[in-house]
Structures are given as C-alpha cells and as structure tokens.
C-alpha cells in the first residue's frame, strides 16, 4: 500500500527554490490501477520518482508497504526498488551490449539478500520471457528486436522479482498505436492476474479510461482534491 | 552482484570499446614491460659482474700500499712504495693463508717483428698462478727458479698472444722485445675475459725479480724494491676476514704505524663484490624508477579512459540503480572493469617484458653478454602493481559513478 501524506518535494536550482510537489495527500491500495496525469511541469516526474524512491521527499511521509521511505538511507532504498517496484519506462532503458536474458535476470543478480542460485535465476528469467511472448528471442540483444518487444523484455525485467507494484512511465510513448494497445493489454493482465498495484504516468486519455483511478497533478498539487 | 559475474560484465562492456580498451591496455603493457625488461638486465649486469669476480675468486685478499703524507700533504692513494718484499713474506707464515702473490705492475711496449703493442705488464711469482686462479693454454707459468735467476721470460695473455703472433699456439718459445729488450714467450694464459672494469686477457706476466730491477721497478727510501700489490690467497671464504685483520694486525707491527694513518689497505675480494652490487643495484633502481614512470602515465590513461566511460555510461548507471544496484554494486562493477584493464596489461606487459630482456640477451655490449634475468619477484611485483594501478586509478571514476543520484542519471540523454 501507498500512503502519502503532505508531501513536499522541492528542488534547488542555484540559489532558487523550485517546489516540484507542494503537499500531496495520496492512498493507493494494493491491487489498485492508478494513472497519474497532468501537464509537462505538473510535478507528475517526480511524484513517480518519489514513489519508485528513486527520490526522497523534502518533507511529509512517504509510507511504502508500512515502512516509511523518508527515514532510509542509500542501500535501504536499493532493496525496496531491487524488491517491491518493478519499473517500466518510455525509452526501455535495456543494456545493448547484453542479451535480453541476461537484461531480464540483472534485478534478480542485484538481490541483497536471499539471492537464488544463478541456475534459478536463469530458469525464472525465462519463464518471463515466455510469459511476455519472447520464449523464442531468449539471446537476441535488444537492438535486434522491435520496439514492443523491447518493451515486453522490460516488462519481463520489472515482473522477474515478483514486485507489489509496476510503475510504468509512458509505456506505450515511444510505440506506434496498435504495438502501445498490446503492450497495455499485456500490463493490465499482469496487474489482475497477479494483483499487483499499477501505477501508470500517460498523456493518453484511453489510457486512462483502463485504469480503475485517475489522479490528475497541477502545479505540485492533486486537482481533485487529495485522493 | 556476483563476482564471476561481475568480471563477466566488465569484459563484454570492455570489448563493446575494443580499439579504446586495447590502447588503454598498451599503455599499461609498456609500463610494465619496461620495468621488467629494466629490472631484469639490472639483475643481469649484477650477475655477470658477480660471477666475473668470483670466477678470480672469493677469498682473495688484496693489500696494496695506501697515500703518504709529508709535511701534513696527503699523496694519492696506491702512489706510495710502502710494500716491500718481506712484507709479503711476512704474511706467508700467518695462519690460514694458502698463498703470498706479491706483484709490482707497470706499463710496457711489447713488439714482435712488425706488430706492437701497448699493455700492463706484470711482475709475478709462481703463487700469482694459483692465487689468481690462472690456467695456460700453452707452454708455462713463471716459476720459482725463473724468479731467482732474474730470468727474461714472458707469459702473454690471450688477446696479446692473438695481437702480436696471430695465434695463441704460435707464440712459445718466441722472443719478444719488451721496452726494447728480449725475451722468451714460455706460456699463454687461456681466456678469462672481462671483469666489466679491466680486460683480464689483455696483460702480460714476467718474474717479479725481473720486472723489478729491469722494467718497472722502483725502490723506497731505504734502497728496498717496493711492489705495488701483495695477492693472498685465504683457505677458504669463511676464514677471509679472520685473515684480512691478522694481515692489518702484522703489517701494522711491522710499519709501526696505529689505526687511521696507515700507510697499506687490505681489501677482499667480497668488498669488490659488494661495491659492485651497490653500483649494479642503484642502477637497477634508477632505471626501474625511470620505467615506473611510464608504468604510472599508463594508469592515468585508465583513469581517462574509466572517467569517460563513466560520463558514458551515466543512463546505464540510472538504469542499475532504479532496478536495485547499490552503490557498492556500481562501485565494484567500475572498480573491476579498470582493474581488468591494468591486469591484462599488467600480464602482456610481462611477456613482452621477458621478450625484450630475452632479446636484449642475444645483444653484446662491450664484449659482454649480459644474460637478463626475469626474477619470479619482478614479474609478480609487476603483475600486483598495475592491479595496485587500476585499482587505485578506477576509485576516483567508480566512486563518482556509485554517487550519482538515479533519477539525474536516468535522466541524462
């Protein structure tokens, strides 16, 4: 479960201020399906940097899971994306030079504790891989394969760990229309099969018409009030 | 993250930049292939000089005569005529010594029919032979009755025999002229080579009785013949410097002289020894030190080349981090890739090290071949020191990428 309450999150330019969020009050159940709209600007970037704790607020509390993200240091937060976050983003983000295998096994490899054996890791990298279609393209590097494939393998990478929630940023924003719909056919299944929360970042109004939520940011702030 | 892995990971991103990593290596592999290739021929010269000395042998002991001083002025050491003959066979009797060369040495014009030439010429007993460790390749040495007869006999050194006759075999029972006068050629030395300071088989032996009255003899001030180096052979290398002090110590009675002003220095054979290891040593260092230079210039190179691969890779990083890395993760990873760099150039640089001291073997220098030795410990110390490089030179650019904050890094294009 997410729960925010009065969060800040402000940035430093030089000498100047910039509030990026100015006070957000927000509970995501698990299980839920969220998308997060709002224009370039609105605060969307770093309310998903907050929740993914690839960034700790300002101020306010940030409660993941019941563990306040606030109050940890460095290596604690590498553990909460290495376990409960699985992200996926608009450009891929897989490493060229390895393998989609080996792309999809790296969050397992990065485990700080109870990490499996590497012939463990391998044999869940692949069921992965064939639960997102890609059982055939196991040692194709990724510049081989299309785009949505590339987005599947990433998907595949942000499932591997068996996270409670997918953050996705603009999944479908670099795919062309047909390719975007199954790649969200395909987020939307996973999230119910598995219950797992979805949190989604998208300019796409149908987009957002799939999901059960819809949180819309202005200036740092909910516009509909604090959900 | 897995070590093996790691390393794994450190190889394929290396390879992705192969003509860069493979000239970031050679950097490193001339380094370390210059410090080899110096230490090895430093530890070579050593050897061939220490082996030239000990081939004259270890338990030589040498007393020659030290500087006077008159009137308070100081003369050059060696210049004075303070040994004398029955300085030398006072030391006969004392114990532990196998045998008393006395020797008195000068310069001297040798001619047989068209050819002449300049060498050392040296009066000598029959002990020289033995206390020198000197074998003929023909004829005989000095002996005792050629001493006491005064006798105008000659033995010549290899390369002297070659300069005047053509041949070592040639030269018996020939008469030389020596400053002019004649003598009979009874023996050739067979070849000892070069000690690195003198060329042993360029010198010629006559009876010390001979050279001191005819060729290069000179009297002190009590009308007694002095000679210019008294040879003594001890038993055996433990017992030398035993030997060197009952030497001091009789010497000492005889010219009443006391500590500090003597007036004769002993040396042994393990003094030249050391001089020389202190002098081959110091060059050793210097030009390892010279060639470490180029060792260290080679891990800035990593350093650059880690750095620019770090700016690089900064999405990458972002990308490691958001799924889980933590900053010891990104840390080891960078650390093990500059590491890999400067331990493949580290063990090329060995190899071809050794090739160069092996090639430097085949090169004469002087007359001498110096045989390089590649040392277990060089090639170890060179192999541990350029991964002493990489590491310390990949800490700055791995530390710098374990810093980096996710979402800048993610964020970079």
Known sequence: MIEMTDLIKTYRLGSVEVPALRGITLRIEDGESVAIMGKSGSGKSTLMNVIGCLDQPTSGSYVLDGRNIADMNDTDLAMVRNQRIGFVFQQFNLLPRATILRNVEMPMMYAAENRPPLKEIRTRAEEMLKIVGLGDRLNHRPLELSGGQQQRAAIARALINRPGVILADEPTGNLDSKTGAEIMDMLLKLHIDNGLTLVIVTHDPSIAAQMSRVIRLRDGLLENGNG | ?413
Do not use: C
Not at chain 2, 156 to 176: I, M, N, R, W, Y
């Open chain 2, 1 to 413: 993250m897995r070590l093996i892995i790691s390393i794994l990971e450190a190889f394929e991103s290396l390879s992705a930049n192969k003509l860069r990593s493979a000239l970031t290596v050679l950097g490193v592999v001339i380094g370390v292939a210059a410090v080899i290739s110096m230490l090895s021929i430093g530890k070579g010269a050593q050897a061939a000089i220490t082996s030239q000395i000990e081939s004259i042998g270890t338990n030589l002991i040498y007393v020659s005569p030290g500087s006077t001083r008159s009137n308070g002025v100081m003369s050059a050491s060696g210049s004075a005529g303070t040994l004398t003959m029955d300085d030398a066979k006072s030391l006969e009797s004392l114990p532990n010594v196998v045998a008393v060369a006395p020797e008195a040495n000068g310069r001297a014009q040798l001619a047989y029919m068209g050819n002449n030439l300049n060498t050392r010429l040296v009066g000598v007993t029959h002990a020289y032979a033995t206390v020198r460790g000197l074998s003929l390749t023909a004829g005989t040495f000095i002996t005792e009755s050629n001493q006491i007869s005064h006798a105008s006999v000659i033995v010549l050194g290899s390369s002297v025999a070659e300069t005047l006759f053509g041949s070592t075999d040639a030269a018996v029972g020939k008469s030389v002229k020596v400053n002019g006068l004649p003598f009979r050629v009874i023996g050739v030395l067979a070849s000892k080579g070069s000690t690195g300071f003198m060329n042993q088989d360029d010198q010629v032996f006559v009876p010390l009785s001979t050279a001191q009255t005819r060729l290069v003899g000179s009297s002190n001030f009590r009308g007694a013949l002095v000679i210019s180096q008294i040879n003594v052979k001890a038993a055996d290398t433990s017992a030398v410097d035993e030997v060197v002090n009952a030497i001091t110590a009789t010497i000492r009675a005889r010219h009443n002289t006391i500590a500090g002003s003597d007036d004769f220095t002993v040396s042994s054979q393990q003094d030249s020894i050391d001089t020389a290891t202190s002098v081959t040593d110091t060059l050793s260092l210097f030009l390892g030190g010279i060639a470490g230079i180029s060792l260290a210039v080679g891990g800035i190179g990593i350093m650059n080349i880690m750095l620019t691969t770090v700016s690089e890779r900064t999405r990458e990083i972002g990308l490691r981090k958001a799924i889980g890395a933590r900053r010891r993760d990104i840390l080891t990873q960078f650390l093990i890739e500059s590491t890999v760099l400067s331990l493949l150039g580290g063990v090329l640089g060995v190899a071809v090290g050794w090739a160069i001291a092996s090639l430097m073997g085949q090169v004469q220098l002087s007359g001498t071949t110096i045989t390089p030795q590649v040392s277990l410990d060089s090639v170890l110390m060179a192999t541990l020191f350029s991964m002493a490089i990489g590491l310390f030179f990949g800490i700055y650019p791995a530390s710098r990428a374990a810093r980096l904050l996710p979402v800048e890094a993610l964020r970079h294009e």
